[in-house]
């Protein structure tokens, strides 16, 4: 499969796609920042410039800090592919992120989204 045309897409056009799915959800556009700046190692001033920038999906994902160690927790279907046995690098990557703004735009909390472990609670008798 050729994914050319994924690779040279504005990550500006993308990005505006996904807020506008997960505000239809009623999620923001915070979250949607939360959700790329933990996947890429981003942070938000460097989203926002790249984004001005019009950088494309490859060169967003090429020049991204450090993809999360956590990414091997995301798995399931996207698109009619299981994107943990994606084996385009970059393709998984970019399915990667679309399979967590559907998470987010379907409802999961960001704790769930993010893998974040549950916050364990000990009770302390004195």
């Given amino acids: ?13 993308v990005y505006k796609l996904y807020v506008q799915k997960a505000e239809k ?5 915070a979250e949607v920042d939360e959700i790329i700046c933990w996947l ?6 460097a989203l926002q410039q790249l984004i001005n920038d ?3 999906v ?11 160690p956590n990414v091997s927790k995301i798995t399931g279907l996207i698109c009619g592919y299981r994107v943990e046995e994606i084996e385009d ?4 990557k970019i399915r990667y992120l679309d399979k967590l ?7 999961k909390t960001m ?16």
């Fill in 54 to 56: 019009k950088s494309d």
């Fill in 25 to 29: 959800k009623g999620r923001t556009k």
């Fill in 40 to 45: 890429t190692g981003y942070d938000k001033p």
């Fill in 101 to 107: 703004i559907d998470e987010l735009a379907k409802g």
């Fill in 89 to 92: 690098q970059l393709m998984q």
């Fill in 58 to 68: 490859e060169t967003f994902f090429s020049k991204a800090p450090k993809i999360n």
């Fill in 111 to 126: 704790d769930k989204i993010l893998r974040r472990k549950g916050k364990i609670c000990f009770i302390v008798e004195t």
């Fill in 1 to 13: 499969m050729d994914n050319t045309k994924v690779y040279r897409m504005t990550f500006a056009s």
